[in-house]
């Protein structure tokens, strides 16, 4: 059993009290909105990303009905609906909460879970368990709800595919046991895997009297000190230490079908798809939906923006899916031009954006590089991957061009009003 937080940790926060950061974090959700320039824009948090066909139907009704008719998914697995009018009111929330989106208002921008998008498809352990289990951990706490639309959880199967990703509470699958990581430290904690998501929980809730005093959004932002106290709180209500180093490179699913090692048949257990930065039309969400409902009725979104969508598949239903969406205009394998390219929203979306970073995205992609490519309208660059990838910020005096190896940044070049010239040098450093 898990044993109880020591003593000498922090007293836990009263319920229905008010923390120092109430009413700064600006994370939109579902209840609560942003202006952008394009219209209201809403987040819908989409836990592990997994998606029934049928809530993936809700979310098409709410962007048709109310926003852009589009579906703009994030570097964690979510789903953004833009364009919103001003005038929507509850409107949106009222069909996501129908559609079981929305369990919790209180919770809504807190249900921050990145899982392993392969997990039980190709030989992995499966999550499904564990996720249910901590989401319905954090919707049943009231200290939870007070977690920031920032921070993050993340459910690995022991790939290391979103143990990469730095979230502020991490469970890995090993065997018959969980190992838990807070932050990114190399320091995990082995504990049952039956417990491993209360055990995840109250890593969180730890985090939170923590950061009462210190102010701080996600685990990286506490000091030292503190960060290392919470650590020790936890691990003495957790179990042994391992050394586990955080991957530094958090690798998407490849576009293409999934098999399992076991499968001789050459049967598909699942196809993967990319989407060009992120964004799905009508038209393309509904031939997911379909293709979902034709074999496993689930969609899985990546941290990547991508989707994966569970099989079984029969020995040519993968090829004959993949050549129809590919025809829609999804990645549909690792040779596409498109492969590894993202970009923020840009302008005109973003009043902080400096140019149309999309438009300049399109147009400077060549052939497939070794490394992704991020481009940002400003300094912000939100939704920026982790890891190593190229960074192209527009800045004042033209596109700032550097290579990011995890918190390492090579001295960057930029490129002056050329658009030529600017392809050229991405092609270069993504070679």
């Known amino acids: 059993m898990l044993a109880a937080m020591p003593e000498s940790a922090p007293s836990p926060l009263s319920t229905g009290g008010t923390s120092p950061r109430d009413g700064g974090d600006a994370c939109p959700g579902t209840l609560r909105l942003h202006q952008a320039d394009d219209g209201a824009l809403a987040r819908v948090r989409i836990p592990g990303g997994v998606l029934s066909a049928d809530r993936a139907d809700a979310l098409l009704a709410v962007a048709g009905r109310f926003g852009d008719g589009d579906l703009h998914l994030t570097s964690r697995g979510n789903v953004q609906l833009r364009g919103l009018d001003a005038e929507c009111g509850g409107g949106p929330a009222e069909l996501l909460t129908a559609a079981g989106l929305l369990p919790s208002a209180a919770h809504e921008r807190a249900r921050n879970i990145v899982a392993s998008p392969l997990a039980g498809l190709d030989g992995s352990p499966a999550l499904g368990d564990r996720l249910s289990a901590l989401d319905g951990l954090v919707c049943a706490s009231a200290a939870a709800a ?196 993202g970009a923020c929203i840009g302008h005109p979306g973003c009043a902080k954006s400096l140019s149309d970073v999309r438009a300049e995205a399109g147009a400077a992609v060549g052939p497939v590089g070794r490394l992704p490519v991020y ?51 991405v092609a270069a450093a993504r070679a």
């Open 146 to 341: 007070s977690l920031s639309g920032r921070f993050l959880f993340a459910l690995d199967d022991g790939r290391g595919d979103v143990d990469a990703l730095g979230a502020d509470v991490t469970l890995i699958a090993a065997g018959d046991s969980s190992l838990l990581r807070i932050g990114a430290g190399d320091e995990v904690f082995r504990v049952p895997a039956e417990e491993g998501p209360r055990a995840a929980l109250l890593a969180a809730e730890a985090f939170l009297r923590a950061a009462r005093d210190s102010g701080a959004w996600r685990v990286k932002d506490l000091p030292d000190d503190v960060r290392a106290e919470v650590v020790r709180a936890v691990g003495a209500a957790a179990g042994p230490v391992v050394n586990r180093p955080r991957p530094r490179t958090a690798k998407a699913p490849q576009p293409g079908p999934v098999t399992a090692p076991d499968d001789h048949g050459g049967a598909a257990t699942a196809i993967s798809v990319g989407v060009p930065l992120g964004r799905l039309s009508a038209a393309q969400w509904r031939l997911l939906i379909d293709t979902a409902r034709r074999y496993g009725d689930e969609l899985r979104l990546t941290p990547w923006r991508g989707i994966v969508v569970p099989g079984p598949f029969g020995e040519n239903d993968a090829a004959a899916a993949l050549h129809t969406l590919a025809a829609a205009g999804l990645i549909t394998g690792p040779d596409s031009p498109w492969t590894g390219v």
């Open 375 to 425: 481009w940002s309208g400003c300094e912000r660059r939100c939704g920026h991957p982790h890891g190593e990838w190229i960074d192209v910020v527009v800045t004042p005096d033209g596109h700032r061009i550097s290579h990011v190896r995890g918190e390492r940044r090579d001295p960057p070049a930029t490129v002056r009003d050329d658009p030529a010239a600017l392809a050229a040098a």
